[in-house]
């Protein structure tokens, strides 16, 4: 592991590249063939972890620090919403779902609407409003967030206090059935 980014790297730089990742993630998880199911599972496990540091540390901070931090946050968590109960309602039926193809195209334009307004209603600002010192350990918060979160969309575990209260409960679940989930694919010759 490079530790330099580590060090350097602030909130915004760290949400942005995982954005980034995330839209080459809707690209794989759209492509036909035989990885579709691994490429769909990437997906929503970069979403869930994303949005579940969001909603625990990001969007509380912007609340507090901006000038219109309120009515900006609840226009994110009204499209982090949405997108979770699109996301929610795909990984139940999964990839090999009529229809996945227009589901999954919808959810990718939720999820590009939120975060293009993200960038630039929300982590411009707090670049603004918010010292460099903060924004890096808001990014090492992020990250340690990351590390135990859900990796599956979980309804009502969609704001700080749910977040950190049950983040530390979904995560290790979430992580077991993943990889009770990667063996049995290995042992069936699938994975
Ligand atoms: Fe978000
Ligand atoms: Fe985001």
Redesign the pocket.
Known sequence: MRITPLLTEDVVDV?ER??SQIRGAFAKAALPGPGRRKAFENLVRLLAV??AA?EAH?HPKAHRALAMGSAVTARRRREEKEAKELLTALWRTGPDCKGYLRKLTRLAAAVQR??AR?EREEFAALRQAVSARRLRLLAAEVRLTQWYAPTRPHRWVNNELTNKLAGPLFGPLDRGLDLARHLRAQLSGTG
Request: aromatic residues 0%.
């Open positions: 949400l995982q954005h994303h949005e969001e990001v939120h975060a993200e």
